[in-house]
T-cell receptor
Framework: DAKTTQPPSMDCAEGRAANLPCNHS???????VYWYRQIHSQGPQYIIH???NNETNEMASLIITEDRKSSTLILPHATLRDTAVYYCIVRGGGSQGNLIFGKGTKLSVKP | DAGITQSPRYKITETGRQVTLMCHQTWSHSYMFWYRQDLGHGLRLIYY???????DKGEVPDGYVVSRSKTENFPLTLESATRSQTSVYFC?????????????FGQGTRLTVV
């Protein structure tokens, strides 16, 4: 079973920041938080991942709380092309290294 | 081109037929995965492979067979297709199964069993 909880859907206005929350209260010390998105029926696309520090790349920022029980993915200036299902995944190593997908959050960016 | 490719992109087959879905990656990644995606179930792991000649079952392996004779290829075979195997199939690869390594997905194969 997925180890994360996400809202099923969210709306965001085009050009505004999209903040997608994720709860992972049972995360272990060696497990990473990953974010993927899936646009329509395409293959999932990697966005970002982190362990305990906040991370930023050209696509998004990842904010992880100090207790690591929750995180937020931030798309700083959402566009219509960011409309997708966003998956938050907790991934460990070894036998826990498989990506187990939950139902994700359907983000709709509206003009 | 570098990346991960799946073939065919679309396939229609009849119940009882054997069908093989192909997956090829050019990064020499050790790990490869097969997922299926159905409405209401999200992505579910079918099989994974840690290296050539090493494979293991995921969440929903029944009715599927995999092999991995070469690092770059990971074919998925439905030995006797059933309607319940109608789905979109995604292949993925990852340099390792360490938590700090991202996985990359192919574009998927849409399989319809009639």
């Amino acid at each position: 079973d997925a180890k994360t909880t996400q809202p099923p859907s969210m709306d965001c206005a085009e050009g505004r920041a999209a903040n997608l929350p994720c709860n992972h209260s049972t995360i272990s010390g060696n497990e990473y938080v990953y974010w993927y998105r899936q646009i329509h029926s395409q293959g999932p696309q990697y966005i970002i991942h982190g362990l305990k520090n906040n991370e930023t790349n050209e696509m998004a920022s990842l904010i992880i709380t100090e207790d690591r029980k929750s995180s937020t993915l931030i798309l700083p200036h959402a566009t219509l092309r960011d409309t997708a299902v966003y998956y938050c995944i907790v991934r460990g190593g070894g036998s826990q290294g498989n990506l187990i997908f939950g139902k994700g959050t359907k983000l709709s960016v509206k003009p | 081109d570098a990346g991960i490719t799946q073939s065919p992109r679309y396939k229609i087959t009849e119940t009882g037929r054997q069908v093989t879905l192909m997956c090829h990656q050019t990064w020499s990644h050790s790990y490869m995965f097969w997922y299926r995606q159905d409405l209401g179930h999200g992505l579910r792991l079918i099989y994974y492979s840690a290296a050539a000649d090493i494979t293991d079952k995921g969440e929903v392996p029944d009715g599927y067979v995999v092999s991995r004779s070469k690092t770059e290829n990971f074919p998925l075979t439905l030995e006797s297709a059933t309607r319940s195997q109608t789905s979109v199939y995604f292949c993925a690869s990852s340099e390792s199964r360490l938590g700090n390594t991202e996985a990359f997905f192919g574009q998927g194969t849409r399989l319809t069993v009639v």
